[in-house]
């Protein structure tokens, strides 16, 4: 039988988000059966079911972000009902290698995705992701503010070797995701769309060698982002470019890579509370930050070092959607489960 699935394409600065709104998992289910921890902690049920769909339905997250009928490039969203009735929905994110903890420019293109369809009005919701709960402060049918997860500097000065080159030296610091952040040495030259498979050489190489190095975040995670940085054009404080844990480059600025670099601008004593940030993507689409340092009543989040500043840092941005469709996977089609990489 023909699985339909129905997907809301939308785009964040030029990156591709497809948000999973019918077809797929019995997601009601999956929240419950065999999750065995405390039934209010919802990042932990919602990784309970990443933990499911790892194990059930691989084929369906390869099948409908690889090729055909997607490619690397793109973030995919499932949509699943809230685990508190007081929050909007839960998201969990995922790519062509795997899934996300949290995933800013995605987060955006879901509130332009839930304007579109009607499911929301300008106001503020609660998000549920893997790794916490997110503010999204939908301002009109393409602007949003995200109060994202609290975010903070692991170590800053880590040198990640290269062969035939220099190190590069930079900083460890997550923001949803883990990120290796660093200013891009003038060898790699400018960072520019005309010079992106240079960006991409030097950036996988700095990838693997993390891998190679066991440089991973406090409890053994995969630095799985890269980010490079340069001056912005006019109006822009910084330009990055970002390496996703796939091989593709974010289009985007990236939403938890500059939640990740706010919080090393905080722990560096370069950005203050409440002052903003623009950061613009290789592409030229930008995102304007700003962070709160966390109140004393919050926990410090699991791996941040004692004495650390964390803070919760916010990113406004737009999306646009681009695509209302159904997919269909065929089970005679020899490429149901996308190409195999
Ligand atoms: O915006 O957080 C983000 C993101 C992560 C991977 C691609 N985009």
Not at 72 to 77: K, Q, S, T
Not at 84 to 101: E, K, M, Q, S, T
Not at 239 to 263: E, I, Q
């Given at each position: 039988?023909?699985?339909?699935?129905?997907?809301?394409?939308?785009?964040?600065?030029?990156?591709?988000?497809?948000?999973?709104?019918?077809?797929?998992?019995?997601?009601?289910?999956?929240?419950?059966?065999?999750?065995?921890?405390?039934a209010?902690?919802?990042?932990?049920?919602?990784?309970?079911?990443?933990?499911?769909?790892?194990?059930?339905?691989?084929?369906?997250?390869?099948g409908?972000?690889?090729?055909?009928?997607?490619?690397?490039?793109?973030?995919?969203?499932?949509?699943?009902?809230?685990?508190?009735?007081?929050?909007?929905?839960?998201?969990?994110?995922?790519?062509?290698?795997?899934?996300?903890?949290?995933?800013?420019?995605?987060?955006?293109?879901?509130?332009?995705?839930?304007?579109?369809?009607?499911?929301?009005?300008?106001?503020?919701?609660?998000?549920?992701?893997?790794?916490?709960?997110?503010?999204?402060?939908?301002?009109?049918?393409?602007?949003?503010?995200?109060?994202?997860?609290?975010?903070?500097?692991?170590?800053?000065?880590?040198?990640?070797?290269?062969?035939?080159?220099?190190?590069?030296?930079?900083?460890?610091?997550?923001?949803?995701?883990?990120f290796?952040?660093?200013?891009?040495?003038?060898?790699?030259?400018?960072?520019?769309?005309?010079?992106?498979?240079?960006?991409?050489?030097?950036?996988?190489?700095?990838?693997?060698?993390?891998?190679?190095?066991?440089?991973?975040?406090?409890?053994?995670?995969?630095?799985?982002?890269?980010?490079?940085?340069?001056?912005?054009?006019?109006?822009?404080?910084?330009?990055?470019?970002?390496?996703?844990?796939?091989?593709?480059?974010?289009?985007?600025p990236?939403?938890?890579?500059?939640?990740?670099?706010?919080?090393?601008?905080?722990?560096?004593?370069?950005?203050?509370?409440?002052?903003?940030?623009?950061?613009e993507?290789?592409?030229?689409?930008?995102f304007?930050?700003?962070?709160?340092?966390?109140?004393?009543?919050e926990?410090?989040?699991?791996?941040?070092?004692?004495?650390?500043?964390?803070?919760?840092?916010?990113?406004?941005?737009?999306?646009?959607?681009?695509?209302?469709?159904?997919?269909?996977?065929?089970?005679?089609?020899?490429?149901?489960?996308?190409?195999?990489?």
């Amino acid at each position: 039988m023909l699985e339909r699935l129905r997907v809301i394409d939308s785009h964040t600065g030029g990156e591709p988000t497809r948000l999973v709104i019918d077809g797929g998992p019995d997601f009601q289910r999956l929240l419950t059966e065999g999750y065995v921890g405390p039934a209010d902690d919802i990042a932990q049920r919602l990784r309970h079911v990443v933990r499911a769909l790892e194990r059930d339905h691989e084929d369906l997250r390869r099948g409908i972000i690889c090729e055909p009928r997607s490619s690397e490039h793109w973030v995919g969203a499932w949509l699943l009902p809230p685990v508190d009735p007081a929050n909007l929905c839960g998201v969990i994110f995922f790519n062509n290698v795997g899934y996300l903890g949290m995933c800013g420019h995605g987060t955006l293109g879901l509130m332009a995705s839930l304007a579109y369809l009607g499911r929301a009005n300008v106001g503020t919701y609660g998000i549920e992701t893997p790794v916490g709960v997110v503010q999204a402060e939908l301002r009109d049918a393409h602007h949003t503010t995200i109060g994202n997860v609290p975010s903070f500097l692991y170590r800053s000065d880590v040198s990640v070797p290269l062969v035939d080159r220099a190190s590069v030296v930079g900083d460890l610091a997550w923001g949803g995701n883990w990120f290796f952040l660093a200013q891009a040495p003038a060898e790699a030259g400018p960072l520019t769309l005309a010079n992106l498979p240079g960006l991409l050489r030097l950036t996988l190489e700095l990838q693997a060698s993390m891998e190679a190095h066991g440089i991973t975040g406090p409890q053994g995670e995969r630095i799985d982002h890269v980010e490079l940085f340069a001056a912005g054009e006019p109006g822009a404080d910084s330009r990055n470019f970002v390496l996703c844990p796939g091989g593709a480059y974010d289009r985007s600025p990236c939403g938890t890579g500059t939640s990740a670099k706010v919080a090393c601008l905080a722990a560096h004593g370069k950005l203050a509370s409440g002052q903003t940030w623009v950061q613009e993507s290789i592409t030229g689409s930008r995102f304007t930050a700003s962070y709160q340092p966390l109140t004393a009543a919050e926990k410090a989040p699991a791996g941040c070092p004692v004495g650390m500043l964390a803070v919760r840092p916010s990113i406004t941005g737009a999306a646009h959607v681009c695509g209302d469709t159904t997919l269909i996977f065929d089970p005679q089609d020899p490429f149901r489960a996308g190409i195999p990489a």
